[in-house]
T-cell receptor, first 116, second 112 residues
Framework: DAGVIQSPRHEVTEMGQEVTLRCKPI?????LFWYRQTMMRGLELLIY????????DSGMPEDRFSAKMPNASFSTLKIQPSEPRDSAVYFC??????????????FGPGTRLTVT | QKEVEQNSGPLSVPEGAIASLNCTYS??????FFWYRQYSGKSPELIMS????GDKEDGRFTAQLNKASQYVSLLIRDSQPSDSATYLC????????????FGRGTSLIVHP
């Protein structure tokens, strides 16, 4: 399996521009997670989906952030308009749910976002 | 607020020694526990999962879980410089979602 795929790997944009991050989860996984990682705050869960349905978006910092999962193999995280404080590494992760006691997550390589 | 606590380190050990990484969690009802390794500039990589009290061994890695004391640890035997990384502890808290909560991680440095 190719693992979780993310694109782009690096994104540099100017403040005010729209940014779209993309993720393809591992085939057969029914959970998808978006995380943000910074030195100051560590790894933060932004939103997660189960069977393409958003379950909890309480970690999304503000209305400038939105996420969609139109099908089982694709998800996007959009920031509009972007701000310098959005600079971070954004990870997508996926997992299967064999039972309530096991949710091993597998992470993509991440997108390093820099907003100038 | 349900939390996962780790000492940020860095923990420095000589090559060949045993590295011991610890994690405590606040939710007594937690059932699933994970250790991830993250090299600088890379993504977290799952290295161990443990669900029952006691020890679980996988190669040079041993995860130890003590639910009564609410801690989970990771031992790395015969530490190598290639083990130098940040180790993240993740715990599935109760409350219905079973989504892991991550600690801030412990930086491990193995020096030759």
């Amino acid at each position: 399996d190719a693992g979780v795929i993310q694109s782009p790997r690096h994104e540099v944009t100017e403040m005010g521009q729209e940014v779209t991050l993309r993720c393809k989860p591992i085939s057969g996984h029914d959970y998808l997670f978006w995380y943000r990682q910074t030195m100051m705050r560590g790894l933060e869960l932004l939103i997660y989906f189960n069977n393409n349905v958003p379950i909890d978006d309480s970690g999304m910092p503000e209305d400038r952030f939105s996420a969609k999962m139109p099908n089982a193999s694709f998800s996007t995280l959009k920031i509009q308009p972007s701000e310098p404080r959005d600079s971070a590494v954004y990870f997508c992760a996926s997992s299967s749910s064999p039972g309530q006691s096991s949710y091993e997550q597998y992470f993509g390589p991440g997108t390093r976002l820099t907003v100038t | 607020q349900k939390e996962v606590e780790q000492n940020s380190g860095p923990l420095s050990v000589p090559e060949g020694a045993i590295a011991s990484l610890n994690c405590t969690y606040s939710d007594r009802g937690s059932q699933s526990f994970f250790w991830y390794r993250q090299y600088s500039g890379k993504s977290p990589e799952l290295i161990m999962s443990i669900y029952s009290n006691g020890d679980k061994e996988d190669g040079r890695f041993t995860a130890q879980l003590n639910k009564a004391s609410q801690y989970v640890s990771l031992l790395i035997r015969d530490s190598q410089p290639s083990d130098s990384a940040t180790y993240l502890c993740a715990v599935n808290m109760t409350g219905g979602s079973y989504i892991p909560t991550f600690g801030r991680g412990t930086s491990l440095i193995v020096h030759p």
